[in-house]
């Protein structure tokens, strides 16, 4: 049986753009910028932002976001293809989030994933 070959950081924000940058946030009205941490294989960072009702997701920090998400590319994965809903993943300990939870919330209950 062959190893699995490791995921990288790039892969791993392509995937979550397909996704989310899709998303409908028809009914998000303010702005929400989140930084997600990778941890472990695939480490780094990138940010997820709704904006004017739209996401977007690009490979940088976000200095100034609303909170931070820190989980493994197993788990952010799992979210990008949809096995995984965050609040599942949040509520159990799979994600965790640091920030304002008002606006977390915001995303977790108004966004809906295409």
Do not use: S
């Not at 997600?36 to 490979?59: K, L, N, S, T």
């Not at 493994?72 to 989030?97: N, P, S, Y």
Request: a neutral charge; proline letters at 2%.
């Amino acid at each position: 049986m062959a190893a699995k070959k490791p995921v990288t950081y790039e892969q791993i924000v392509q995937k979550v753009r397909k996704t989310f940058e899709n998303a409908d946030a028809r009914e998000v009205f303010e702005h929400v910028a989140i930084e997600v941490d990778i941890v472990g294989e695939g480490a780094g960072a990138f940010y997820f932002e709704v904006a004017q009702r739209a996401c977007v997701v690009e490979p940088y920090n976000y200095y100034n976001n609303d909170g931070r998400i820190i989980a493994t590319a197993d788990v952010i994965l799992k979210l990008a293809a949809k096995k995984l809903h965050m609040r599942e993943a949040w509520q159990t300990g799979q994600i965790k989030f640091e920030g304002n939870e008002v606006k977390f919330q915001l995303l977790l209950d108004k966004m809906k994933l295409q």
